[in-house]
């Protein structure tokens, strides 16, 4: 398995960058995982957050946590605005990124610096899951 600083550089190496939004999509997937105990064709995701950057990088962090990928089908991207996904299998769970986390990540100016902050949050202090 690898480490967290391997992880990190393989999400970098794979979005370009490491930025806040990224991030928060690796943790999300991350999350899911864990919650749902599954991954790539069993589990599903439709993300609410849109197409446009920088909160779309978000699909990214999804895509590399969980296999879920455009290229499998087995994710749906949603034009709602919303930094939130639901991931299925035969189980479901809603993992919302927090109001005041999105208001502040998206009221910095220097949004590839705030990675860091957002690495080091907890589950519970980033997303509301329902």
């Known amino acids: 398995m690898a480490g967290v600083e391997e992880e990190r550089i393989s999400l970098r190496d794979f979005h370009g960058h490491l930025g806040p939004y990224v991030v928060v999509g690796y943790r999300m997937g991350k ?35 969980t ?8 994710i749906q991207v949603l034009d709602e605005g919303k930094a939130e996904a639901v991931f299925s299998t035969d189980r479901e769970v809603t993992i919302r990124l927090r109001k005041e986390i999105r208001q ?24 509301e899951v329902e």
């Open 67 to 74: 296999q879920c990928t455009l290229g499998k089908g087995n």
């Open 31 to 65: 999350a899911a995982r864990r919650i749902l105990n599954a991954q790539g064709k069993r589990m599903r995701a439709l993300v609410r957050i849109g197409p446009k950057p920088p909160s779309s990088c978000m699909l990214d962090g999804i895509q590399f946590s």
């Open 104 to 127: 502040m990540i998206d009221s910095q100016k220097a949004k590839d610096e705030l990675w860091q902050m957002v690495s080091a949050m907890t589950d519970e202090e980033l997303f």
